[in-house]
């Protein structure tokens, strides 16, 4: 999968957690709406991906409104218990609503945290996940080496996140909506039309497909893969932290 050339300047990632609190209230809504509710299925497929064994410790990182760590108990048996970390406080906020008001408290925890600096000790997680968030941050590569760090061996990573097809016809009416349409109806309905502007510049300036998974294999996963969902609208990203090898 190669990425054709873009030409739009990268945007800047600093303190973009701070436009998310600005949107919160919104941001559930607004996510339905723009994605024509499509983006329900891609979280919830982020499950077939899951390793097979039960009782899972899960870490969802970018968690924001908890959505993603929601779904994984909802349509999977194989986690046990979860953590979500986000800079967004007020993001955070409504994650814990919407955990209180499932009865699930007592399983999944949300707080403050930074992927690039994870909150959490060595091979913690069975699992983690992020979903539409790893283009938000800022060293990247960072990113995933800490994901690494906290994974247990053995353990596995998934990433949803935005892609531009392969298919120039698609890609070509994607990148309409992405550019003229999304950005009118999200800045209306959420009063921050910077956001969206925001959001479309940073899909088409992210690396997806080939360019991501060598991101991964250099911060050390094997078994990488790349799932491309809708078209490619949206890539899941797998790959797995190797077992120890003992002398």
């Not at 990268?10 to 973009?16: K, L, M, N, Q």
């Not at 991906?49 to 349509?75: C, M, S, Y």
Request: glycine share 8%; with cysteine.
């Amino acid at each position: 999968m190669i990425n054709d050339k873009r030409y739009r300047p990268e945007p800047s990632r600093h303190e973009a957690w701070k436009m998310f609190d600005q949107i919160a209230r919104r941001y559930d809504f607004l996510n339905r709406l723009l994605s024509f509710g499509i983006d329900v299925s891609w979280r919830r497929k982020m499950a077939h991906f899951l390793p097979p064994h039960r009782n899972q410790h899960v870490l969802d990182l970018a968690t924001g409104t908890a959505d993603q760590i929601l779904f994984l108990f909802e349509k999977s048996d194989k986690v046990k218990s979860g953590v979500g970390t986000d800079l967004a406080e007020k993001m955070l906020k409504i994650g814990r609503e919407k955990i209180d008001r499932r009865g699930l408290s007592e399983l999944v925890s949300l707080k403050v945290g930074d992927a690039t600096d994870i909150p959490a000790g060595d091979n913690e997680f069975d699992m983690v996940t992020i979903s539409f968030g790893i283009r938000n941050v800022i060293n990247v590569a960072r990113a995933l080496r800490e994901i690494y760090r906290v994974l247990k061996p053995g353990g596995r990573v998934l990433i949803l996140e935005f892609a531009l097809p392969q298919n120039r016809l698609i890609r070509g009416a994607h990148l309409f909506y992405l550019r003229h349409v999304l950005p009118r109806i999200g800045g209306f309905v959420s009063g921050d039309t910077r956001a969206y502007r925001y959001l479309n510049e940073t899909i088409e300036t992210f690396p997806y497909g080939d360019a991501f998974c060598n991101l991964l294999k250099a911060a050390g996963f094997t078994a990488v893969d790349a799932h491309p969902v809708t078209f490619g609208v949206v890539m899941i990203y797998q790959g797995d932290k190797g077992l120890k090898i003992e002398n």
